[in-house]
């Protein structure tokens, strides 16, 4: 039996939460939020509140999962057991898992890992609570975290999901679009490089919808990027204008 | 050949620094005809050397350097060694001024124990084994006493400062001994405790506002405030 | 099965200078014997939850989110709600922290908490009943701490508390056999602010609410929660060392003293939600 189609975009093409087709959710990231951690990252996307945070290069532990020749990438994707409406053990779960190993894979490829060899870079996410595109914002976040920590990065890495509702192509599903929508296309890239790390998609797309949603998350992931670099700098302006100012208020 | 970031540009991983025959130098690299940073740091152009220096990062050591670092295991022959960074280090026992003569039963305890601090060099090290220590060598040894800093190894230039310039100022106002370790690690010790108080926030100013300009004379201004 | 715990990272010339400090009356950051650090408080951060705490108690970072759900009651008390306390130590909370199932840290955390909440009567369980035998409210507490610089124990309490006065949930009626949920929020009802001081002991003297590097350097610690009428809700003394009759009642007393203005605190922090 079909359910009735949920109305995801009213007559004036405006989506459930007032925004258009192709808007990205309000968005905010903030670094070097933690005290212990070597670097670390806030971010809130829509209703998304994730933490990322890094350890290392540090020794690898055991020690048999070193590499020789360059540093072992750890990965840990997980969601707080109040982050969701019906709360969810904490125990790791199977998409947990998975995303922890794809996040991963697409962070990975960003990292000179070949300058830190028998090495551990221990990358920990910690969704506090999730609305949609929870990998991406976290990969957005973790990526931010592992520059804030200093690590060597051919550069940073952006996330972003594009997904198809009502038949529409739409930037940054949140939680009840991506339920009741018909595809969900999450995707990493790497601006300069040109590189597309992360690529999942579930639903169902025709070839030229595809093109047409790829575009609009390589897009977003452009501007995602430059939020990143802005928040990466913030710090260290902010510091600077305080510091330098007070030396002229001194004179 | 046209560069992108001006001289002391706060630059981000990714950003391109120049285009042309620049020389990738520290913390940047090359693809086909550029150059990207790839640390958050500033930007510097040395001779043809395009380099970044860093905000943030781990201690890497490099041979000759000296370092504080503590004891924490005791192995047939020597010591393992922490000294923040990624690396175990080991400090031999042929590497001690008390090994010419000693037998080799002898309690290693003796020397050095778990949970003592060294002053010690770096002789050896590359990317395939763990960094080698040696304290054969004047002011290297066990640290008596002193209150212990943990700065970030990235600072520590700036906290040396030109010719030893900045830690000079530093000794001088306050009257306290300092002795910096290139992981990091500081020691600090003054008759009086204010002044070594004094010491510990100045570094920590340094730490903090590393990336500006004019800090040499707040960091100065700061303590003589304090001191009065 | 629980062993002894890896020696802490800290240099013996580093923590004689914690000793020699304490001696003359004075903590590594400034603090008096008896201080707390500063304690911030944001709540309502994750509106999918019922409610949440964001606790700062200087660098320590505790999150708690509180989860309200229908769900079966323990067989031998049918007519009563369930409070389940959890607590995960993030991975990135501490160097020294690593990914897997609950430590012994982590459980020792959460039975802590939970019995401080459970022995005021903090949450009044009997009026959390909807279809008795069957159908009863359950309150799940889950701490997450996020940035550990000491005094786990302690910020936990405060972020957990500050969540629950801070809750709202939805009311389940019985109606004729079925259960009905009516989505106008209240309060979840709390009627005791149970709260936590920990004292440490380093070297025969007794600081509270130590910060991590005091914690390497202490023998042992001992929690003491008191409810809003001073009365004594929970004890835990924690570490290898010992502590004398005399120095437990005073650590006592004291609890209940500095108890008294940290729930003053809490309560300015969540009142008007």
Known sequence: MNKPEIRLIDDNGLRVDGRRLDELRPTKMEVGVLDKADGSAYIEQGKNRIIAAIYGPRE???????????????????MAPFSVE???????????????????????????????????????????????GSRCAAITAASLALADAGVPLREIVAACAVGKINGKIALDLSDIEDKEGDADLPVAFMPKSKAITLLQMDGSFTEEEFNQALDMAINACEKINEMQIEALKRKYISVKEQAEESREVAT | MTIFAEKKQLVAPGELLAEGSYFPGENTYREGNRVFASRIGLADLVANKLIVVPLKGCYVPRVDDFVIGRVVDIAMSGWTVDISAPYPALLPLSETPAARGMAPRKDLTRIFNVGDLVMAEVIAFDRTRDPLLTVRGRGLGKVPSGRVVHISPAKIPRLIGR????????????????????????????????NEQIAVAAMLMIEREAHTRGLTDRVSEMMSRELR | MSWTPQLPPVAKIEQKTIVDLIAKGRRVDERKLTDYRDIKIETGIVQKANGSAMTHLGKTKVMTGIKVELGAPFPDTPNQGVLTVNAELVPFASPSFEPGPPSEAAIELARVVDRGLRESKAIPLETLCVEPGKKVIIVFVDVYVLDHDGNLIDASAISALAALLTSKMKTYELDGGEVRVKDELLPLMIQNEPVAVT?????????????LQEELVMSSRLTVTSGRDGSLCAMQKGGLGAFTDQEVRQAVRTAIEKGKEIREVIKGATSGR
Not at chain 1, 95 to 120: G, N
């Open chain 1, 60 to 78: 690898a532990h055991p020690k048999h999962v070193a590499l020789a020749d360059r540093a072992v990438i750890k990965c840990r994707y997980h």
């Open chain 1, 86 to 132: 019906e709360r969810k053990s904490p125990a790791p779960s199977r998409r947990e898992l998975e995303l922890s190993k794809v996040i991963r894979e697409a962070l990975e490829t960003s990292i000179m890992s070949e300058l830190y060899p028998r090495t551990s870079i221990d990358i920990t996410i910690e969704v506090l609570q999730s609305d949609g």
């Open chain 2, 163 to 194: 010719k030893g310039s900045m830690i000079s100022m530093l000794k001088k106002v306050t009257g306290c001994d300092i002795i910096v370790g290139q992981n990091g690690t500081v020691l600090v010790s003054g008759r009086q405790p204010k």
């Open chain 3, 199 to 211: 004292t440490a002991k380093i070297d025969g003297s007794m600081i509270l609410d130590p910060c």
